[in-house]
């Protein structure tokens, strides 16, 4: 029965060596670190940025519209009321409703108009919604900055602003805005609650209101534009495409085609993440077996005496990997700590945003298993950096040695 | 009987097929002190490390206080040579790493058949006997050749292994050394009744030696 290689002759011997090359083993600690340390702030960054983008956007816009589409022929309409109703409605419900992927479904009416308010006239698209419906739908509460949500718009009068659009027509909850439709008529309307995405080309614009003021003021009854999906598993989007195979007239787009450089550069985001810190851990990792190599190839000699002495092969393995294992398991302890600790000050940094997106500080995502990740990277890397040279060490011939001098 | 070598033969390949030893038997007995002479090239190297189960690649058959040695995988074979064998070079190899005392106690600290403390105390005595106790906790690069010499021979002796093995012991080392050395291994047998087979160009070794062996051109001169 052969004795276990962990005992604690051989943690001795291992410890030896790292102490009696003391700088290379803080070196090679050091290197395993940084890697682990880029590894660990590079994805709390770039994840914190990519949640930060999926939870503003794709939160604020649903999975899958549904559209009409406009039929080819220019039917005579009167002046400015041209929207597009869907129709068939009732049947891409029903559909809707059977479907097992679909999470819940609102209907909108959606209609651009002007805003006027003492101060300024803006552009904005109205978002004529169900209130009950689209609360569903859109997290509001969440994203309110002042006011109430989409129960205020049950009142029929009220409308309820992007931050941004607020600011530049200069008003605040309480104040009335006067809403100016295409077909010339206008409704004045009380500020109920502002709300902020994060993002400026939602806050810029969107404005909701409710569905039934909206189609009374534009003479469409029970009429309505879009049907807003969201799905339980949004990267499943077939739904758009059976959508389109059984109904016609209607245009579908998913969260992807709404979305493309949003998601686009969140794929650069992981690939960079993913490949600079592998690269970092590589170059950690190929230190680690320079090290050791040389040092197998140093002590050549003390490892045929420690062969001829009695200790084994898989001793010998043992001795040189624990080192590497040692230097990993540090390294990945330091490296833990100083990215959680870098991470930490970077979530605390004020960001000053351009136009595009409005947030206070750099978003950091603090995921534990990214910390775990990071660990096993470390300890993974220098195992494998070790193993090479422990299995060299280990195959060293007492004999060639002993003869050689 | 200690060792018993029957008709091995060996053979080197590089560059060319070679016979190094041509069917060479012996016999040794406990409490000899055996040396091997012959010049160089000789072979007497070479039938040392097959005597010390350091070299298994040769033909015929090595028996060590009964056991064939060609049966041992190689891990076995370790554990046989740490318990069995003790070990003495030309130069001294202690390990840089470590101070005297503990380069004396790493083959029982394999060995692990006595505790660490029990271990220390059969270092310390030991250091004692060949004379550098007082230096037992300097690292020990920092001793002279010949101080090295004698606690290399305090490790062979810390397992209490039946044979030690020693190869041009005293090589490398003046003549007050190479006597003080010398005289260690010959307490050895005498007092302790080991078995020591020495392989060595000084002719006051062999000539002091209970038995001398000579090769010539790989084989034992009869």
């Known amino acids: 029965m052969p004795k276990p290689v962990l005992n604690t002759t051989n943690l001795f011997i291992a410890f030896q060596y790292l102490l009696t090359r003391k700088k290379q083993s803080i070196l090679a600690t050091l290197g395993v670190m940084l890697g682990v340390t880029t590894f660990i702030v590079m994805v709390n960054f770039m994840t914190g940025v990519n949640d930060f983008l999926d939870d503003a956007v794709f939160n604020g816009s649903p999975d899958i519209i549904v559209g009409a589409t406009p039929d080819g022929k220019k039917k005579k309409q009167n002046f400015g009321t041209a929207i597009h109703a869907l129709a068939k409605v009732e049947e891409i419900d029903h559909f809707l409703e059977n479907d097992q992927n679909v999470s819940s479904f609102a209907h909108q009416i959606i209609s651009p108009a002007i805003l006027i308010s003492t101060t300024a006239q803006l552009p904005g698209s109205i978002n004529g919604v169900f209130p009950l419906e689209e609360r569903k739908m859109v997290d509001l509460d969440r994203r309110l900055l002042s006011g109430k949500g989409f129960k205020s718009l049950l009142q029929g009068h009220t409308i309820l602003l992007g931050v941004s659009l607020a600011k530049r027509l200069e008003v605040v909850v309480g104040d009335e805005v006067n809403m100016l439709l295409s077909n010339g008529k206008n409704m004045k309307l009380e500020v109920s609650g502002i709300f902020s995405f994060g993002i400026t080309t939602i806050d810029n614009v969107r404005t909701y209101v409710s569905a039934k003021t909206l189609q009374k003021l534009m003479h469409q009854e029970n009429k309505i534009t879009n049907i807003h999906v969201k799905l339980k598993n949004r990267d499943d989007v077939a739904l758009k495409t059976v959508l389109s195979e059984n109904f016609k007239a209607i245009t579908t787009q998913d969260w992807k085609d709404s979305n493309k450089t949003i998601v686009i550069g969140n794929k650069v985001r992981d690939i960079l993440t993913w490949s600079v810190s592998f690269a970092l851990l590589l170059v950690a990792g190929f230190g680690i077996y320079n090290i050791l190599n040389i040092t197998v190839i140093q002590k050549r000699k003390d490892i045929a005496v420690l062969k001829t002495i009695g200790y084994a092969a898989r001793d010998i393995v043992f001795i040189f990997l624990i080192q590497s294992i040692i230097i990993g398991l540090l390294g990945a302890v330091f490296g833990t700590s100083l990215g959680y600790l870098i991470s930490y000050i970077i979530s605390t940094t004020p960001l000053d945003t351009s136009d595009f997106i409005i947030v206070e500080t750099y978003p950091i995502n603090f995921k534990l298993s990214y910390y775990i990740l990071g660990f096993l990277f470390g300890v993974i890397t220098t195992v494998l950096a070790g193993y090479f040279p422990s299995k060299k060490a280990s195959r060293v011939d007492p004999v060639t040695i002993i003869r050689g001098i | ?222």
């Open chain 2, 1 to 222: 009987m200690i060792l018993e070598g029957t008709h091995i033969n060996k053979y080197f390949y590089d560059p060319d097929k070679h016979q190094v030893l041509k069917d060479n038997s012996l016999q040794i007995s406990e409490g000899e002190l055996v040396s091997i002479y012959g010049e160089s090239g000789s072979g007497k190297s070479t039938l040392l490390y097959i005597l010390s189960t350091l070299d298994t690649d040769f033909e015929g058959q090595l028996f060590i206080q009964g056991q064939d040695i060609k049966k041992l995988d190689s891990t076995a074979l370790t554990d046989f040579r740490n318990k069995h064998i003790g070990f003495v070079y030309q130069f001294h190899y202690l390990l840089p790493e470590f101070n005297v005392l503990q380069n004396v106690m790493l083959p029982a600290l394999k060995l692990r058949e006595k505790s660490r403390v029990a271990i220390q105390q059969d270092a310390l005595a030991l250091l004692d006997e060949v004379g550098i106790a007082e230096y037992a906790h300097r690292p020990s690069y920092k001793l002279s050749g010949g101080q090295q010499q004698r606690v290399a021979i305090a490790r062979a002796l810390i397992n209490d292994p039946t044979l030690i093995i020693a190869d041009e012991p005293t090589g490398n080392l003046d003549q007050k050394n190479t006597d003080i050395v010398f005289k260690l291994l010959q307490n050895i047998t005498e007092n302790r009744g080991k078995t020591v087979l020495i392989a060595t160009h000084n002719p006051k070794i062999y000539k002091n030696s209970t038995r001398t062996i000579e090769m010539i051109d790989g084989s034992i001169r009869l």
